[in-house]
């Protein structure tokens, strides 16, 4: 009997635990947390790390955006990083961004090298970026990656050195290729009292915008009012300072009665007139091409470069990447004859070379250097 009873009180107790049990909620397992290792002797099994966006290399480096926002991630890559020139356009390329409400990263390679940009360019379409600004160390060589970019969908621009029509929607052009001769080459012949020796030190010799650029003066000096300058010698820095700054000096020592040396690139230009100050050569040769006003500054005063020119690549960055915003929400399609509007700059049309122009250059001299602050 007493076992019966036992035998009932049990049961009931069981009963009760069940109705209590059902009205319990259910527990979901953590999705994030993996079952516990088996007791083995065997070493537990560890998490994989989680993904992250790839480390930039020592030659390829990139710097954080300075302004953020929406949804839209673009890139500005320059030729290379630590360049004034490029760094600007960096400084124009943020305040489009913090008006867009977009993100603007700023990557590019330490050295102006095109297989490093591509590297780059591929990495960035793996990203799925929303867009990309490209100034190009050479145009061939980038156009397929360009291609690439374009058919995963994201839209592509080049800006300052153009990307070959296929590779790129749009090219955001700091001036017209012959406006940007033409006055080099006045300048150096105001230098020159119209007559003389004059060489050319350049960025690299892949380089589309200098290459252009070269073309273009050659032409101009076979003009009648320029018969009387001559072009001795055409070297390459590399957009290095220090060769940029050897290359000058060995055409002070090679050609002892050069007058002018023409540098249409930011970092040869303050080279070439540092090697002047250097070699204590203020007066005899002059130095001119194309450079920034804070950098320049120094050797306008001096006498070393007297006078140089320059459109503001502030504004450059600036509109390259209102342009390519316009790409990405669908409000052009970069065809000839399209127009969109960029900020404080205004409207601008593509050209039939499906190109944009940013505007002519400024002359800067001691007499205006000063009102300039990039």
Known sequence: MRHYKLFHVLAALAIVCLLLSACSPAATPEPTQPPAPPPTE????????????????????????????????YVLVPKNLGNPYFDTGNTGAQEAAEELGVTVLYQGSATADATEQIQLINS???QNVSGLAISAND??????????????????????????????????????????????????SDLAGGEGQI????????????????????QELEKPENAN??????????????????????LMQTYPDLKVIIAPTTVGIAAAARAVQDENRVGEVMVTGLGTPNQMREYVKSGASPQFALWNPADLGYLA????????????????????????????????????????PTVFDENNIDDFDF
């Open 199 to 218: 060489a050319i030190l350049s960025a690299t010799s892949t380089a589309p915008n200098q290459n252009a650029w070269i073309e273009l003066m050659e």
């Open 42 to 73: 065997a070493p537990a099994a560890t998490e994989p790390p989680a993904a992250t966006e790839p480390e930039p290399t020592e030659a390829m480096e990139a710097t954080e955006p300075a302004a953020s926002g929406g949804d839209k991630t």
């Open 229 to 250: 300058l001559e072009l001795v010698a055409t070297v390459y820095g590399d957009d290095q300072d220090e060769k940029s700054y050897n290359e000058a000096l060995g």
């Open 124 to 126: 960035l379409i793996a």
């Open 139 to 188: 145009a061939d060589a980038l156009a397929p990656v360009g291609q690439d970019a374009m058919n995963a969908g994201i839209p592509v621009v080049s800006w300052d050195s153009s990307i070959a029509t296929e590779g790129r929607m749009l090219h955001i052009n700091q001036a017209e290729a012959d406006g940007i001769a033409a006055v080099q080459i006045q300048m150096a």
């Open 321 to 360: 990447i209102y342009a390519l915003d316009a790409l990405a929400n669908g409000t052009i399609t970069g065809q000839p004859g399209d127009t969109f509007t960029a900020g404080k700059l205004g409207e601008y049309t593509v050209l039939e070379d499906t190109s944009v122009l940013l505007g002519p």
